[in-house]
């Protein structure tokens, strides 16, 4: 809890903190304070269908922005 983790959650792909609640949900906070934080609740917690921790993320890359092909 309190780590930054690539997270699956309804089909889309986020790299956000994730934060443990005890009744068994789960916030998902941006870096960006821009975006609010997001409530996954237990019974979708609980289903990987719906919702996985890929891994914690222990470094970023930065590789610029791409060339254009035109």
Partial sequence: SGD???????DRGFIKW???KPGGDV???SANPNYGP???E???????DWFKVIGK????VNIG????AF
């Fill in 18 to 20: 994730v934060i443990w």
């Fill in 42 to 48: 237990k019974e979708y917690a609980e289903n990987p």
């Fill in 65 to 68: 922005k791409p060339k254009s």
């Fill in 38 to 40: 997001i409530l996954v």
């Fill in 27 to 29: 916030e998902l906070r």
């Fill in 57 to 60: 993320v222990v470094s970023t």
């Fill in 4 to 10: 930054a983790a690539l997270v699956v959650w309804n």
